[in-house]
């Protein structure tokens, strides 16, 4: 058993998305910058399990609907051509062209609505 000094070392920063309060299925997602350094093709989001690094069961979202990357220590989004598109602060996002995304973002995946966060170091919203 470890104890709270211990288990907080083994956290570490990353990035949290996450559904509405009031939405009807919710939704959170969290990506490790571990993860995400290691990740060569990036970190894919998508409903099909066998397709997808992270899923999501809503119809509005595609088998393959999108990936994230780090570059220059920096996350990017990028469409991976989509049925109903990505949006990013309802900017429609060109597919396979990716874009940079900060904490406070909002990210639309088909109708879909996540927030985008930032988790400190002990795996909390920030």
Not at 56 to 72: G, K, M, N, P, Y
Request: hydrophobic fraction near 35%; charge should be negative.
């Amino acid at each position: 058993m470890l104890d709270g000094k211990d288990a907080r070392q083994l956290l570490e920063g990353g990035w949290c998305l996450r559904s509405d309060r009031g939405a009807a299925i919710p939704i959170r997602l969290v990506i490790g910058d571990t993860e995400l350094a290691r990740a060569h093709l990036g970190v894919v989001v998508g409903r099909h399990p066998a397709l997808c690094d992270r899923t999501i069961d809503e119809i509005t979202v595609s088998r393959r609907h999108c990936r994230f990357s780090t570059r220059e220590e920096r996350l990017y989004v990028e469409d991976l051509n989509s049925l109903n598109g990505t949006r990013l602060d309802e900017a429609e996002l060109a597919p396979f062209d990716p874009t940079p995304v900060r904490a406070g973002q909002t990210l639309s995946l088909g109708r879909l609505v996540l927030a985008i966060g930032r988790l400190d170091g002990e795996g909390r919203d920030g």
